[in-house]
């Protein structure tokens, strides 16, 4: 079955930097787009960052030039890259997999931006 394992997560210091990573197994990875979503506590779960299947990546305004996301075919991985956090990047964060109205998630990892 498919299966997506988010790692990365942790504490931070605002202004600081993250790289999360999502391996994903028993799928063709390379026809799947990907994407990071996040959930703070109270709040709606919210995409961040999303990559088709061809390489084209989206973001929302709220982490537009600081977050960055990209993948990796041979080792079925995809990528957050998240620079310059603020307090408010704080959320569980999880990874995505979506073709044709089909959608994987993983568990979720935590990233915690506090001094």
């Known amino acids: 079955q498919v299966q997506l394992v988010e790692s990365g997560g942790g504490l931070v210091q605002p202004g600081g930097s993250l790289r999360l990573s999502c391996t994903a197994s028993?799928?063709?990875?390379?026809?799947?787009?990907m994407g990071w979503y996040r959930q703070a506590p109270g709040k709606q779960r919210e995409l961040v960052a999303s990559i088709s299947s061809g390489g084209s990546s989206n973001y929302p305004d709220s982490v537009k030039g600081r977050f960055t996301i990209s993948r990796d075919g041979v080792k079925n991985t995809v990528y957050l890259q998240m620079n310059s956090l603020k307090p408010e990047d704080t959320a569980v964060y999880y990874c995505n997999a979506h073709h044709y109205g089909v959608d994987f998630w993983g568990k979720g990892t935590l990233v915690t931006v506090s001094s």
């Open positions: 028993a799928m063709i990875f390379s026809i799947w787009s």
